[in-house]
Structures are given as structure tokens and as C-alpha cells.
């Protein structure tokens, strides 16, 4: 496949088949993450694989989270969507979450979300050569740093997350400006 036609053919995809992912394939994807630009060549990302019922928790963690912020206004001025929740349902159906961290830097925060960006759009048109699809998340930033806990890196800032596994559905490209 070449690039323009990963390009083309990746989705974000929501619903994923109960097939296992093998190690050679996740650390393929990874590898092409490592590959990214980055500014000054900080490789500012780090990558924590997740499955399992520390996958759930995390879901979890997004529910509760959710469900403790009572009015809608409350929602809307963090910018906090009730998507959250089908983002959380989407986490404990994929096969893998990976979860992709950076260090806390303020110097550099422009810069590195920039290059994380690279990082992760890299995986998913691996992912899509590959013939498996990604879900791109950004839902898991009100519990970051609790989900950091929880996989003790505290230390680390959560930038994003990414679903991994085998496409459930196909769906068709999605609007795009002219
Ligand atoms: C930085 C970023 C964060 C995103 N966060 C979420 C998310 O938290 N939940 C979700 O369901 N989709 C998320 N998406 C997916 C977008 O909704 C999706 O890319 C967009 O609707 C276009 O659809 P497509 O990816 O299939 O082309 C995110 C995408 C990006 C690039």
C-alpha cells in the first residue's frame, strides 16, 4: 500500500473485532511512532500498552469522572462532551489501548504536542497498511493524570491514547472541507 492510499483509507474506527494483536505487529506500529519527526528531535513521547482489566479501569475512571460533573453547563465550559462515554465504551471493547505519555515540560508544550501529533498519525497509517484500525483519543484528558496513577507514571504527562485492533466496521470517509 503506498501512502497516499493509507491516507485515504484510514477511519476512525469504533467497534473492533475479539482478535489478538500480535507483538510483532504492535511493536511494528510502535516503531513507526519512534520513526516521527520531532521538534529538535525530542522524541517527547512514551508509550504505556494497556489491555485487560486495567483497560476497563480506565473506561471507568472516564464514566466516574463523567458522571460526578452533574450539569450540562459544567460540561460545556470544560469542553467536556458527552462523547466521553462512548469513547470509554469504545476503550473496553478494543483489543489494545496505548496510552502515550510526555514529559512535563512548558518550554516545550507547543513543540511536543506537535511532534506526539506526528507520532500518532505515523501509527495509524501503519496501522491501516497493516489492515488494522485505530481510534485516536483525546476523551481521556479529564482523568490523565489519575490514569497516570494508575499505571504509576505520575511523573509523565497523558497526551492521548490510541485504540488498536481489527475493524468491526467499515465505515465511509467522513465530511472534509473543500
Ligand atoms: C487529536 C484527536 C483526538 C480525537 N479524540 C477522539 C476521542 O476522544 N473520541 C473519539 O471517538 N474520536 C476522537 N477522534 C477522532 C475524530 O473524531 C475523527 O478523526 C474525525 O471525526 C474524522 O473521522 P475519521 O478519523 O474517520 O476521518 C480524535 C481525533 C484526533 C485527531
Redesign the pocket.
Known amino acids: 500500500m503506498d501512502v497516499l492510499q493509507a491516507i485515504e483509507d484510514?477511519?476512525?474506527?469504533?467497534n473492533f473485532k475479539k482478535l489478538k494483536i500480535s507483538k510483532e505487529i504492535i511493536e511494528d506500529i510502535l516503531n513507526c511512532g519512534r520513526l516521527a519527526p520531532s521538534a529538535k528531535n525530542r522524541q517527547p513521547w512514551y508509550f504505556v500498552i494497556v489491555q485487560g482489566n486495567i483497560k476497563s479501569q480506565i473506561a471507568d475512571l472516564m464514566i466516574e469522572d463523567f458522571s460526578k460533573r452533574n450539569s450540562k453547563e459544567e460540561r460545556i465550559k470544560i469542553g467536556c462532551p458527552s462523547?466521553?462515554i462512548?469513547?470509554a465504551n469504545?476503550i473496553k471493547q478494543a483489543p489494545i489501548l496505548i496510552l502515550v505519555f510526555k514529559e512535563k515540560n512548558d518550554n516545550w508544550l507547543v513543540e511536543d504536542n506537535l511532534s506526539i501529533?506526528t507520532c500518532?498519525?505515523n501509527m495509524c497509517l501503519r496501522a491501516t497498511e497493516l489492515g488494522l484500525g485505530t481510534?485516536?483519543?483525546?476523551?481521556?484528558r479529564y482523568v490523565a493524570s489519575e490514569i497516570a496513577n494508575l499505571v504509576h507514571y505520575s511523573d509523565l504527562e497523558l497526551n492521548?491514547?490510541l485504540d488498536l485492533g481489527y475493524a468491526n466496521q467499515f465505515?465511509n470517509?467522513?465530511p472534509?472541507k473543500n
Open positions: 484510514r477511519r476512525s474506527i469504533r462523547s466521553v462512548a469513547t469504545v501529533g500518532i498519525e481510534l485516536w483519543i483525546r476523551d481521556t492521548c491514547a465505515p470517509p467522513r472534509r
